[in-house]
């Protein structure tokens, strides 16, 4: 704890549920001095049947307690197993890294009932690696009535608030989420919420139209070449039940199912929509989403200029140039401001771990809904 800097892996698995991001990091500091320095970064895939098994988990239809206790375990060698492979392709031994913080993975999460659950068990990543080991952040959260989500605005406020601009980041993973930052004088508290889906549907309607061939829309060349049907992505957003929650909110694959898709699916065929067509109307609908959040929540109380995009769906144009078109910000990527879209989720995690480990509370009020900050995350030694 008395080292002026820290190495560190973070650990990610999303909604997406298409594997482990881990980034070996460099970190200076804690608290509002805290800076970071990407050292590597690595996505260990999962293959499609254990994305078909770990999907089965987040449903209570096709999920069982034996299945997901055996799961925790197997996770928890992954995330271990991604740990290993950052550190030894930046040309370190797991001797050097002083600890490992994992997300895991979301099974289920319900905030209204104060409850969530992610697994890849952290006593096993602890003796697989031999590093310290910090996780399962949320409870902490929402024993302090919050909803345990979105964790990443701590760190966006600490790593991105600039003192002239304001700024919104938005995440698109599985799901979408955007953090506001008001320029770096300004009094205004930072707001954060996720917004719906990022590529949860576009991945589902990519892998049912392909026979799960394919995971997602490559460069979003299938959205390009399609035509957005206008009046079914009125119906579609109309009829989203969590576009009309106040804030606090979060979402996740509760909400935003295989069935839901399964069902979207068969609204397009219906009208007689081409594979093209109804990957492009879906990959609309994550923007209209987005930007919904940003004209309703955002424009009518905050001064912002830029929108900087993270996420997996900085690789997809379709996304990109559709927020370019809708809102008044210019919209720009992680990268053009020097960061990693990839390695972005993974690198917040290793910083949350590390203000665990200092004792400083690592949660946003102002974003998760709680009564008060607290520090989030538990400890294993190995």
């Given at each position: 704890m008395n080292k002026s800097s820290k190495l560190a892996v973070g650990l990610m698995s999303g909604t997406s549920l298409d594997g482990i991001?881990?980034?070996?990091?460099?970190?200076?500091?804690?608290?509002?001095?805290?800076?970071?320095?990407?050292?590597?970064?690595?996505?260990?895939?999962?293959?499609?049947?254990?994305?078909?098994?770990?999907?089965?988990?987040?449903?209570?239809?096709?999920?069982?307690?034996?299945?997901?206790?055996?799961?925790?375990?197997?996770?928890?060698?992954?995330?271990?197993?991604?740990?290993?492979?950052?550190?030894?392709?930046?040309?370190?031994?797991?001797?050097?890294?002083?600890?490992?913080?994992?997300?895991?993975?979301?099974?289920?999460?319900?905030?209204?009932q104060s409850a969530t659950l992610q697994i890849g068990e952290l006593a096993v990543i602890a003796e697989k690696t031999g590093c310290i080991t910090i996780g399962d952040y949320r409870p902490s959260d929402m024993a302090a009535g919050g909803q345990g989500a979105p964790l990443v605005p701590f760190?966006?406020?600490?790593?991105?608030?600039?003192?002239?601009?304001?700024?919104?980041?938005?995440?698109?993973?599985?799901?979408?989420?955007?953090?506001?930052?008001a320029p770096g004088n300004a009094s205004q508290k930072v707001i954060a919420m996720d917004t719906g889906p990022g590529n949860v549907l576009i991945d589902a309607f990519v892998r049912i139209g392909t026979n799960g061939e394919q995971k997602y829309d490559h460069a979003g060349k299938m959205a390009q070449a399609g035509k957005v049907d206008e009046d079914w992505l009125e119906e579609i957003f109309k009829a989203d039940s969590y576009m009309k929650q106040g804030l606090p909110k979060t979402t996740g694959r509760e909400l935003y199912t295989w069935e839901l898709a399964k069902r979207l699916w068969e609204a397009g065929s219906k009208r007689n929509l081409s594979f093209e067509d109804k990957v492009a109307t879906i990959?609309?609908?994550?923007?209209?989403?987005?930007?919904?959040?940003?004209?309703?929540?955002?424009?009518?109380?905050?001064?912002?200029?830029?929108?900087?995009?993270?996420?997996?769906?900085?690789?997809?144009?379709?996304?990109?140039?559709?927020?370019?078109?809708?809102?008044?910000?210019?919209?720009?990527?992680?990268?053009?401001v020097g960061f990693s879209s990839d390695a972005k989720e993974a690198i917040t995690f290793a910083i949350l771990g590390n203000e665990f480990l200092h004792g400083s509370a690592n949660n946003l009020p102002s974003a998760t809904g709680a009564e008060k900050p607290v520090v989030m995350g538990k400890l294993v030694l190995p």
């Open positions: 991001d881990a980034a070996l990091v460099e970190i200076h500091n804690h608290g509002k001095k805290t800076s970071v320095h990407l050292r590597a970064f690595e996505s260990v895939a999962f293959s499609v049947k254990e994305t078909e098994e770990f999907l089965a988990l987040c449903h209570p239809s096709t999920s069982t307690v034996d299945k997901i206790c055996k799961a925790n375990v197997t996770l928890g060698e992954k995330f271990a197993e991604a740990a290993k492979v950052v550190t030894k392709n930046a040309g370190l031994t797991m001797q050097e890294v002083d600890f490992v913080s994992s997300h895991g993975q979301t099974i289920f999460h319900m905030p209204e760190v966006d406020d600490l790593l991105f608030r600039d003192e002239h601009t304001g700024r919104i980041l938005v995440n698109i993973g599985g799901i979408s989420n955007l953090t506001v930052l990959t609309a609908f994550t923007v209209k989403a987005i930007a919904y959040h940003i004209q309703t929540f955002v424009d009518t109380t905050y001064t912002t200029e830029e929108v900087i995009v993270a996420g997996g769906g900085v690789h997809n144009p379709a996304l990109l140039e559709g927020l370019d078109a809708v809102l008044h910000q210019k919209v720009f990527r992680m990268e053009d």
